[in-house]
């Protein structure tokens, strides 16, 4: 039987990088949180700075859960067990473990940090006193009529072969020409093989390169303004091919599976998504005072000296920002009063009263 890893073997293959009363973060807990960003945006970078802000953010989630209660702490934790079971139903198990290990995360990990993020807000909503009712939300949906419809959204199975070096920014230079017009070739050859009759989809498992759509088959969902081809797309019959569509993705072809026809907004539909829109409105402008505070109370030390800096370095800038916002705003404020402007303002208002019809 092999022998458990010592106390300090695990400290240095997994140091606490932040604690504080009741709680401490590990580098693995950093590590899940930074793996799950990029996987979650496989072709592209992840901000200089990343690091620090995950960590703030589990710190703050940690500080939550240390005021919250036992319901709010079951609620959480039933409602990630549910969001696990959808996941693994959409997914499968074996797609939803290749996304587990991108992740670096087991299924437990999952299930946990779902638990901990959903059992924090909930909580948080309490702790800073935010009641939100639904006739606080009716009178959202009120003021915006026609601003909760569903448009019309068409289903299609494409194949796109990629014609570009980087498909995240246009900005990238286009492949060889050689290899642009083999693709030209194909893209042909293989509208005239579905035309012929064979399967659309399992052509397209085989040969689409759009990475947003691949991993399901070929299979994109969009509202007409969503995609340029969009009023192709819902002109169409379901089951019909379009041409050779070419832009500067590459060549692309799609079958219209079916249009979702659009849909009138009712505020019974709706009226749990503007109630977290208001909820999540007022906690962005109370959360970060009471945060501060719980962040004194339970005494947080940052033990990594790289992301500690780095923290330091952040608040600085911040603060920074927000004295460089209130010299404006006060300068403004002091243009607005002097001498100067209230007798350019009088000019102005008394030239506009001697030309009104009244005062002739």
């Given amino acids: ?31 899940q949180v930074l793996a799950t960003a990029a996987a979650n945006d496989p072709r ?21 859960l240390t005021h919250a209660t036992e319901a709010e702490k079951a609620d959480g934790k039933k409602n990630a067990d549910s969001r696990v079971a959808y996941i693994l139903q959409t997914l499968g198990s074996s797609e939803m473990q290749v996304r587990l290990n991108r992740t670096q995360m087991t299924e437990d990990d999952l299930r946990l940090s779902l638990s901990r993020e959903m059992s924090a807000e909930e909580s948080l909503t309490r702790q800073l006193g935010i009641h939100v009712t ?23 199975r494409e194949i796109l072969l990629l014609t570009t070096s980087d498909y995240s920014t246009s900005a990238a230079p286009p492949l060889p020409a050689a290899t642009v017009q ?12 579905i035309r012929a009759g064979e399967d659309f989809a399992t052509l397209a498992t085989k040969y689409n390169e759009d990475p947003i759509s691949k991993e399901a088959g070929g299979i994109l969902a969009f509202t007409k303004d969503q995609m340029e081809f969009g009023d192709l797309a819902l002109s169409m019959k379901p089951g019909q091919i379009s041409g050779v569509l070419t832009n500067q993705d590459g060549f692309r072809i799609f079958q219209l599976i079916e249009i979702i026809p659009p849909k009138k907004g009712e505020f019974s539909a709706v009226a749990a998504q503007i109630k977290r829109g208001l909820i999540a409105d007022e ?34 800038e911040n603060e920074a920002s927000a004295q460089r916002a209130a010299e404006a705003d006060a300068k403004a404020r002091a243009e607005a009063d002097s001498p100067a402007q209230k007798a350019a303002e009088a000019k102005v208002f008394g030239a506009a009263a001697s030309a009104s019809p009244a005062a002739q």
Avoid: C
Wanted: glycine content about 6%; cysteine-free.
């Fill in 134 to 156: 639904d006739a606080d939300a009716k009178k959202i949906f009120d003021a915006n009529p026609g601003g909760y419809d569903t448009p019309g959204v068409a289903r299609i």
């Fill in 283 to 316: 906690t962005k402008t109370l959360a970060p005072a009471y945060i501060k505070g719980l962040w004194k109370e339970m005494g947080v030390e940052i033990m990594d000296p790289k992301l500690k800096a780095q923290l330091a370095a952040n608040e600085a």
């Fill in 182 to 193: 083999a693709k030209r070739t194909l893209i042909d050859n293989l509208l005239e093989r």
């Fill in 1 to 31: 039987m092999a022998a458990l890893p010592s106390a300090s073997a695990q400290a240095a293959v997994d140091p606490i990088i932040a604690r504080a009363k009741g709680f401490e973060i590990r580098q693995h807990d950093l590590d």
């Fill in 44 to 64: 592209g970078e992840l901000p200089p700075d990343a690091g620090v802000r995950s960590l703030t953010h589990l710190i703050e989630i940690q500080l939550v």
